[in-house]
């Protein structure tokens, strides 16, 4: 393979994909060159995963072509060969959760004993050596499923690099990771790209790109719209090739009224406490207001909120506007008020095989008609205004959820939360895996619908999120450690979620 | 939620449209899928018609010949479907369908002074349907408030209901129940317009079905717990209640099943419903609701059965041997899946 740069190690030309009638991609354009660290952006449904899908042999494009170091790409069922190439961390995590981490780096390719028997000292052995010569710290024997997403992602890379790929595709690697991990994250692919791995780094967070890619392909619409280095694309730039006019993004929240402090509160916990998780925290929410809570993924900060929800069992007490909600009954905290956007939309978020609307109406589906009745015609008015409130991409209501991109699909989840006209809205890191424009619309919803007088509790730890905030609360280990008003300082914030401020207040 | 929705900056301009104009009629086409099996039907009437050109496509032999021998398939098959849209397995539902009229019968006419019997002849039916809810009781019991596996629940079920039956019915059979029991009497031989009574049960049920599950927050909730029970709770619905609502529902319907085969025979013997259950499935399966949960939709369970009903009709038709009829059976029941599966293009999970 040349290594003077002037072949690419990988090259996709104008590729064609639909599903029906969507078309997902009509003009896909990469070309990766040896070495680099190139980055794959664009809005939500811009076509990024199914370029993704069609490089990794996965998905069959309707026209176009995919070549490697120069040769055309191997044939679709030929999925040894695609994987010497290509190796990809997928938006989805894709190990089998029942296995160890050792079965599932040698899935289908065990190392024999004697009598041609599989031989499970072998197998930690070699998992062993594997996991140590890329230096990931990660027990082979536990089972997958036990890892954290950070331990997940670089077991998931180093079997793709012992496949002998040397080019792996990072489809959204960090959107679920915390600062810290992101950090790690950065510094092995920093390691393994002086090794002479090559990347391609699909990510919503502009500043990450120009932090560890040296050129930058832009999507938008389905079609290549640019490809540059990134020294010549600044963020004004790249933003408007993503979204395609020249206007940039607006600070969401930068001009929101202060909220008095006599305001009545519309949430209120005294002394809500998660067994095994948060201390007795006491909060509240003002009408009007929107409170963030901040805090590493230890710190109890979504267990805290999936209590308020009713999710988990809790203690203590919790008044919407005025009126006590009972415990550890989801129904109750609706009913009492609450909308709820949870943090894994995958998980918890949407049912794949339902529609749009039926997706966006399931917190409301005693109000589509009488006795229990569903109308299918109010499901799908309110399921096409939800559509055009938030900007979904999508081919109607009728569409299921499952066929729509990962921002799509997020912002369905955040239709249903806002469907029964909540009181107060309880979201968990609403904008994961949203596109720039769409965190703007998003946070823009919760922005403008809390100048109603509606509240809004948002637990976050996304720098953008906890801007529109009025107030910030920083959770660690279970306990509020600290409170800020708008106007915080970025570093101390950062610094007190990752705990070390602590030490020094 | 909101009319309109300033946010802080104006609104992106619209997306271009991504529908071609087939979009619609996609959509429409989706819908069309659960008449998949239509085609092959027809092809079945087509071939049995060329077999018995005199009487096949008669209304009396389709209805008495064919029909009529469906109907405790059908409602079992839709007991099935909404278990399995929830996401759940219920093996022991062939089991109700003996168990639950020996019980009620045995009650009104057995040689028995147990629980003050004999009891008046009008309780079998409402016994029946109780006796069946009970065991989606049970079974809801279990499954759901102490999470055990379903399938090995509702299969230790079956076991067990099988040994009730024989210890109740005594391996004999329970017979002549027309004479002894006008309900029975009614089920086996009513006619309304000319078609049987046990028939126009089965449209009534599947057409309340359709309607529950297609425009009734609970038959929604079906799918959604089916789809992600996760996402569903966290939605607000009562996840646990709806599961178990499907099992007390698939229970009763099992046992009216059952009343209408005893009616249909005049009798409950000991083995009623016996190896049953495999053959729901195939007609569920084929009918292209999903193993997984979630899918699938009762106009095309319905036409799994009828299609089934038609197979083993032309099969007896063909003149093939009784003793091979079995190995046939099995052997169209696979083709069958394989031609759902590729005239509905929905992979069956
Ligand atoms: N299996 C599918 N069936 C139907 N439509 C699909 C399917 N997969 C993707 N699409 C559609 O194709 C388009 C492109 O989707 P894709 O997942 O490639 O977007 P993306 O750029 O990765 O977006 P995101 O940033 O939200 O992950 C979307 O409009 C999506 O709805
Ligand atoms: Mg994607």
Redesign the pocket.
């Known amino acids: 393979m040349a290594e003077d740069g002037s072949t690419p190690l990988v090259e996709a030309v104008g590729i064609a994909k639909r599903?029906?009638p969507?078309v997902?991609l009509a003009d896909g354009n990469l070309t990766v060159l040896p070495g680099e660290t190139h980055a794959l952006v664009?809005r939500?449904?811009?076509?990024?995963?199914?370029l993704v899908g069609v490089l990794t042999g996965l998905l069959r494009a309707d026209a176009g072509e995919v070549r490697f170091g120069g040769r055309p790409a191997p044939p679709l069922g030929d999925r040894v060969a695609w994987r010497r190439h290509v190796a990809c961390v997928y938006?989805k995590p894709s190990v089998v959760g029942d296995l160890s981490v050792a079965e599932n780096l040698f899935l289908d390719r065990q190392p024999r004993g004697r009598w041609g028997l599989l031989s499970p000292p072998r197998l930690r052995r070699a998992a062993t050596e594997l996991l140590d010569s890329w230096s990931v710290p990660v027990d082979p024997d536990v089972p997958a499923k036990e890892l954290t997403v950070e331990q997940r992602q670089l077991v998931e890379i180093a079997g793709a690099l012992s496949h002998g790929a040397r080019f792996v595709i990072l489809d959204e690697p960090t959107a679920q990771l915390e600062a810290r991990a992101i950090a790690r994250l950065f510094d092995r692919l920093a390691d393994l790209k002086k090794q002479g791995v090559t990347f391609l780094f699909i990510s919503?967070h502009l500043p990450e790109i120009y932090q560890i890619c040296q050129r930058v392909t832009v999507f938008r619409d389905a079609r290549h719209i640019v490809t540059a280095p990134v020294a010549e694309m600044d963020h004004a730039r790249l933003v408007e090739a993503m979204i395609g006019e020249a206007r940039g993004l607006v600070q969401v929240g930068h001009d929101r009224p202060s909220v008095p402090p006599d305001t009545a509160p519309v949430l209120t916990l005294e002394a809500v406490g998660v067994p095994a998780v948060a201390e007795p925290v006491d909060l509240t929410v003002r009408r009007g207001e929107i409170v963030g809570v901040a805090g590493s993924v230890a710190s109890g900060k979504r267990e805290l909120a999936e209590a308020v929800v009713g999710l988990r069992p809790r203690t203590g007490r919790i008044l919407v506007g005025g009126r006590p909600v009972r415990a550890a009954s989801v129904p109750a905290a609706l009913r009492g008020g609450i909308g709820y956007l949870p943090a894994d939309r995958n998980s918890d978020g949407f049912v794949p095989g339902l529609s749009v609307a039926e997706n966006a109406t399931m917190t409301v589906a005693d109000r589509l008609g009488p006795f229990g009745v569903v109308l299918p015609g109010r499901r799908d008015a309110r399921g096409r205004r939800a559509i055009a409130d938030l900007d979904v991409?999508?081919a109607g209501p009728r569409q299921p959820v499952g066929?729509?991109?990962?921002?799509?699909a997020q912002k369905v989840v955040m239709a249903r939360a806002l469907a029964r006209d909540p009181q107060v809205l309880v979201l968990v890191q609403p904008t994961v895996?949203v596109?720039v424009r769409s965190k703007e619309s998003l946070l823009g919803v919760v922005d403008e619908e809390t100048r109603r007088g509606r509240g809004a509790l948002l637990v976050s730890d996304e720098i953008d999120d906890l801007r529109v905030c009025d107030r910030v609360l920083v959770m660690v280990a279970g306990r509020i450690v600290a409170e800020h008003t708008r106007g915080w300082d970025e570093a101390v914030l950062v610094a007190e979620i990752e705990g070390i401020g602590e030490k020094d207040v | 939620m909101s009319e309109t929705l300033a946010v802080g900056a104006p609104e992106a301009p619209p997306q271009p449209p991504k529908r071609s104009p087939r979009a619609v009629t996609r959509l429409r086409l989706a819908r069309l899928r659960d008449l998949a099996l239509i085609p092959p039907i027809i092809a079945l009437l087509i071939y049995g018609y060329t077999l018995k050109p005199d009487i096949f496509l008669t209304k009396s032999y389709l209805v008495d010949t064919v029909l009529k021998y469906q109907t405790e398939l059908a409602l079992l098959v839709l007991a099935e479907a909404l278990v399995l849209i929830v996401g759940k397995f219920d093996l022991s539902l062939e089991s109700i369908v003996g168990i639950a009229p020996a019980v009620a019968v045995f009650l009104v006419v057995g040689q028995t002074t147990a629980l003050g019997a004999p009891w008046p002849t009008w309780t079998v039916l409402p016994v029946t349907l109780l006796f069946g809810a009970l065991i989606g009781v049970f079974n809801g019991l279990l499954v759901v408030r102490f999470k055990l596996s379903a399938f090995i629940v509702t299969l230790a079920m079956l076991i067990a209901l099988r040994g009730l039956q024989l210890a109740i019915v005594g391996g004999a059979t329970i017979s002549n129940l027309a004479n002894r029991v006008p309900t029975i009497d009614n089920l086996g031989s009513l006619r309304i317009l000319t078609v049987p009574l046990s028939i126009w049960i089965v449209v009534v049920a599947f057409a309340v079905g359709v309607v529950v599950l297609g425009y009734t927050r609970f038959g929604r909730s079906l799918y959604a717990v089916g789809g992600n029970a996760d996402a569903a709770r966290a939605a607000g619905i009562r996840v646990e209640r709806v599961v178990w609502t499907a099992f007390i529902v698939a229970g009763a319907l099992a046992a009216l099943a059952g009343l209408m085969l005893s009616a249909r025979l005049g009798s409950v013997a000991a083995n009623q419903g016996n190896g049953m259950i495999f053959t729901v499935f195939a007609a569920a399966v084929i009918g292209g609701i999903s193993l997984d949960g979630g899918k699938g939709s009762l106009v095309g369970a319905l036409c799994g059965v009828v299609l089934l009903g038609l197979i083993q009709n032309v099969l007896t038709l063909a003149q093939v041997k009784p003793d091979q009829i079995q190995a046939v059976n099995g052997l169209v029941i696979l083709v069958a899946l394989v031609l759902a599966r590729l005239t509905s293009g929905k992979a069956q999970d």
């Open positions: 599903f029906g969507t997902a664009g939500n449904g811009a076509g990024k995963s199914t938006q919503h991409h999508t066929e729509l991109s990962g921002g799509n895996g596109d």
